[in-house]
C-alpha cells in the first residue's frame, strides 16, 4: 500500500491523507479546526476532527457507501457534507457482496533471499528462539502449584536460583482456568489439548513439566494421547493427588526443574536460516494511523521474512471480517480460499448462536483513535500480511507446517489469538498498537510496533519501534520495514523486547475458552 496523495492548504500543509482516489474521506493527520480550507481537495473543514480521524472528502447522501482504502467501510447513516467528521454517529455497518475471486491476484513465490539469525538449535533439528523451562497445567486447579514451582526460579526474588545457568531464559509458569467440567468428548477440550499440546513440544521450551490435579475432565494421559505424545525426560508429568498433596508436589516441582537446569544450560546460539521464524501478527488497541504506518511496515517485514524462506501467521478472524476478499484473492487455491471463508460462516453462525455481532470491535479505544467499524478495522488489519501469496488456513493451536503466509482462525482478543499462535507453532509475535498495549508472551518474544509519535513520545518504554513518521513523511514503509525486519532477527537472535524486559508473558497465556461449562 502507498500514501496515494497528501493534501492541505497553504496554512495547514499535509493537514490530512487520502489514500486512494475513490475514497470518500480523508484521514486528519493533526486536529483540523472548522473553518481550515483544505484548498486541493476544494473543501473546507466544517467542523473539529481529531487527529487520525476521518473527514468527508465529498458529500454522501443517507444510505450510500462510505470508502477508504477504496474499500467499503461502512453506509452513511445520514447525509455527510463535505468537511464534516466522519465517525459512527453518521456511519453504520450493511450488508454488501463480496467479490472472493480465489487466487486471482496470486503471484507465487517471490524471489528468495539468504537471511540469518542466531538461533537454538535442538537434538531433533526445530529451532528455537528462546531457551525457557515450561510449567503448564492440565487443569486451573494445579495453578497455584505451578506458580509456586516457577516463583521459586524467579530472577527477581531469587536471583540466586539461576546464577549458574546463564543460557537458561527463565522457569515460566503457564497456567490458565479452565480443564474441567467440560464435555470429554468436546470441542472445547479438544481445542484446549490442542493448545496445551502444542506449548508442551515448543522448540522455546528445553523442558516441561505438566501438572494435574488428579481427577479433572482433562486427564493428562489422555491428553498426551489425544496429541500424540509421550511422557520422557523432557516431558515430566504428575499431579497433586498422585504426589501427596501442596507442599510435597512444589517442592517436587522445584526438585525436578534444578534436575533439568543443568542440561538446559547447555546450548549455543548458531547461524542458522531465517525460514525457521515463524511470526504471529497481532494488533491491539488500533487507531486510524494503524492501517497507514505500523500494519503496512509490518507487512513489508512479512514479504521479506517469506522471501527469506520465513513463516507469518495471520489471525484475528473477526478482524479481518469484511476484507476476507483481499485474501482470498491472494490464496494459492480455491480450496485455500475456502477453508478461510468457512471460518467466517463459522463465526457469523457462532455471532447468532451467542446472541453477539462480529461488529463489537472497533473497541471505546478503537473508537477514540479513528476507527468507525470492523469494516475499515479489518482493511487496515489486513494490511500486516504485506503482498505475498496466502498457502493455508489452520483452525485455533493447530500445528503450522507450511512456510510463507498463513492464516489461523481466531478470536480478536490478542492474548487468546497469540495463545493459539504460539500452540501452533509461532517463536515471536510482531504487536501493532495505536493505544498503546500491556502485552507479553512467553515462551515466544513480542514486538510492540507504535502507529504514531504521540504514543512513542510517552509510552516509549513499552514500544519497540516507532512507526508515526510514515504519517507525517520523515520516513517511509519499506524503511520501516527493513527495520522491522532487521529487529525481528535481533530479538529472534537473543536482544530483550521491551515486554521481556517488563517480565511481562506468564499471565498472558489465555487459551480459547469455548462452549459450555457444566
Known sequence: MQLITTTGSATAANAVIRLNPLDDVLIARQPLIAGLELAAEGIRVLEPVPSGHKVAARRIAAGQP???YGQIIGFASQPIEAGQHVHVHNVAMGDF???YAFGVDAKGSPAATTETFMGIVRADGRVATRNYIGILTSVNCSATVARAIADYFRRDIHPEALLEYPNV??????THGVGCAVDPGGEALAMLRRTLGGYAVHPNFASVLMIGLGC??????????????????????FTIQGTGGTSKTIASGIAQVKSLLAEANRVERQPVSASHLIIGLQCGGSDGYSGITANPALGN??????AAGGT?????????????????RRAVSRQVGEKLIARIHWWEAYCKRM??????NPSAGNKAGGLTTILEKSLGAVAKAGSTDLVDVYEYAETVRAHGLVFMDTPGYDPISATGQVAGGANLIAFTTGRGSAYGCAPSPSIKLATNNRLWETQEEDMDVNCGGIADGSMTIEERGEHIFRMMLRIASGDKSKSEQHGYGQNEFVPWQIGAIT
Do not use: C, F, M
Open 312 to 328: 507469518a501467521i495471520l489471525s484475528e478472524t473477526p478482524e479481518v471480517y469484511g476484507a476476507e476478499h483481499l485474501l482470498t
Open 216 to 237: 479433572e475432565t482433562n486427564q493428562i494421559p489422555d491428553l498426551l494421547a489425544a496429541q500424540g505424545l509421550q511422557s520422557s525426560n523432557s516431558l515430566r508429568t
Open 97 to 99: 457482496a463480496r467479490d
Open 355 to 360: 446472541d453477539a455481532e462480529l461488529n463489537n
Open 301 to 306: 517485514a512479512v514479504d521479506r521474512l517469506v
Open 169 to 174: 531464559d527463565g522457569v515460566v509458569a503457564l
Open 66 to 68: 462510505v470508502r477508504r
